[in-house]
Antibody, heavy 119, light 112 residues
Framework: EVQLQESGPGLVKPSQSLSLTCSVT????????WGWIRKFPGNKMEWMGY???????SYNPSLKSRISITRDTSKNQFFLQLNSVTTEDTATYYC?????????????WGQGVMVTVSS | QITLTQQAESLWISPGERVSITCRAS???????????LSWYQQRPGQTTKALIY???VRTDGVPTRFIGSGSGTEFTLSIEHVQPEDFAIYYC?????????FGAGTKLELK
């Protein structure tokens, strides 16, 4: 069974970087696509970006140059780094598999990790 | 970017009733392969997010048949027949036709 688990600090100071890890079991991240999604207080959801089976990336332009998604295939993990965070980045962060061929949807999700940006 | 509108923030229903959640896209979600790139998700507290429907009407593995996705072009509906207690949750639509992928605002099913 495919399982994803997010991990990382729950509290980040403004202007610092947010770094999260998604550990995947039951499936290799060298196949399919692997994304980050966040849910803000008030329930708005935002797709942040993905890293593909080949290591290519795609990001939401709303995050401009603040975001980076990387991976470690030896550990079957992929990572989110979001720079220069503000209180508006307070959210629950999810990693998910997808959206890849042929179905183009997110079929497996992690439980999510709540991150608060506060001094 | 494509905007998805879920007009109902909350819907109050009783178990056993039928409910429909609508999602309207700012442009057609039909691709040249004849499929709509619209999926539906369920979020319940303490549970992982569950994908219910993809390509607008295809149920994912293990999803009960009471969940029905329909629609085309820019108008889509998730219907739940004979709502069960475990169906009280937040439901989101998502388009993956064009990047950036975008979600609807979510519709919360609440117990009447």
């Amino acid at each position: 069974e495919v399982q994803l688990q997010e991990s990382g600090p729950g509290l980040v100071k403004p202007s610092q970087s947010l770094s999260l890890t998604c550990s995947v079991t039951g499936y290799s991240i060298t196949s399919n696509y692997w994304g980050w999604i966040r849910k803000f207080p008030g329930n708005k959801m935002e797709w942040m970006g993905y890293i593909s089976y080949s290591g290519s990336t795609s990001y939401n332009p709303s995050l401009k140059s603040r975001i980076s998604i990387t991976r470690d295939t030896s550990k079957n993990q992929f990572f989110l780094q979001l720079n220069s965070v503000t209180t508006e980045d307070t959210a629950t962060y999810y990693c998910a598999r997808g959206p890849g061929y042929p179905s183009y949807y997110f079929d497996y999700w992690g439980q999510g990790v709540m991150v608060t940006v506060s001094s | 970017q494509i905007t998805l509108t879920q007009q109902a923030e909350s819907l109050w229903i009783s178990p056993g009733e039928r409910v429909s959640i609508t999602c309207r896209a700012s442009q057609s979600l039909l691709y040249t392969d004849g499929k709509h790139y619209l999926s539906w998700y369920q979020q319940r507290p303490g549970q992982t997010t569950k994908a219910l429907i993809y390509h607008a009407s295809v149920r994912t593995d293990g999803v009960p048949t009471r969940f029905i996705g329909s629609g085309s072009g820019t108008e889509f509906t998730l219907s739940i027949e004979h709502v069960q207690p475990e169906d009280f949750a937040i439901y989101y639509c998502l388009q993956t036709l064009k990047s950036p992928y975008t979600f609807g605002a979510g519709t919360k099913l609440e117990l009447k």
